[in-house]
């Protein structure tokens, strides 16, 4: 995921990632992983918070773009069972798709290509 | 249902949507955050969410109709290559007939389906994740994001490096194969993405590297 400095707003931090910065920790549904020195003054410090959660953080040193991994706080490849719904989905007339449109229903979210 | 097109070119997607003439949301995703977020590394593959935002199921596997091709024989007079790569598409597991089952089950149940996990389960059952295969993740995301703002050259090396880092994860290699194995100006993907000068991998050499079309796919675990 693609973010734009290692100094994000609590919101920014949520979008990007899907981990709500908070005084008790970075969280995701119930979990909640400490992270003292990742958020000052509704700033989140990614460089700390990336380290909590295990999150590679990489840079594009040549054109100055960062990005997160994934998470390894659990070893697997869902941190928690909390679904987290980019807002990044378009649909095929290029807008914007809001998941809640969608809430209370059950999802099956099937992933395919033209590739 | 909602279905995804991992695309970065969403003009790719488009015509095989108009075709489906679909009544449920149908998604692309340009950027590949879904598989980050919920796992995929192939298509197809789904994960199950239920009434209050929670996973039931990982990514795993999505077929619900065997594939005739399952069923022929391959024909002889094969170019030796595609010969190969029929074969290697022929042993890729189906296990289409049970998957559907799970999903009507679980349509008819809900949450009191035995295919449907707890929290705990659904992120247990997940992939194994390696810091090293984290990393890919953020190095596919640079090139993606370079891709779209600076050029396709500037993604290669970062692609390069995902695709390294975790080469069972075929949505970052088939995608960055497509776009380079695609003769230009061509309506459709090539779906071959053989050889060529950009990448070290392609899609034969690799599923053969990483065991033949039976290791190819995240089998649904149903028992």
Known sequence: ?115 | MVTVALDINPEHAKPWIALAEPTHPSLIDTTHITDELFGFINVPMAVWIDENGMLVRPAEAASIERSPLRDQEVPTGLPPRIEKMYREVKSIPDDSEGYRSAILDWARHGAASKYAMSPEEVVAASQPVSSNQARAAACFALGEHLHRTVGHDAAVPWWREAHALYPENWTYKRQAWTLVTTPEGATENDLMQGPNEVYSGNWLDDVIAAGGGGSYSVRPQLE
């Open chain 1, 1 to 115: 995921m693609i973010i734009s400095g290692t100094q994000l707003s609590v919101p920014e931090f949520l979008a990007a990632t899907g981990w709500e910065a908070k005084p008790e920790g970075l969280c995701r549904g119930e979990l909640c992983v400490p992270a003292p020195g990742a958020l000052t003054n509704g700033v989140v410090d990614v460089t700390v918070a990336a380290k909590k959660l295990g999150m590679p953080l990489v840079h594009d040193a040549s054109h100055n773009v960062w990005a997160l991994g994934v998470a390894t706080t659990t070893g697997r490849a869902l941190a928690s069972a909390k679904a987290f719904f980019p807002s990044s989905l378009i649909d095929a007339m290029g807008r914007a798709f809001d998941f809640n449109s969608l809430r209370g229903r059950r999802i099956i979210m099937v992933a395919w290509a033209s590739w």
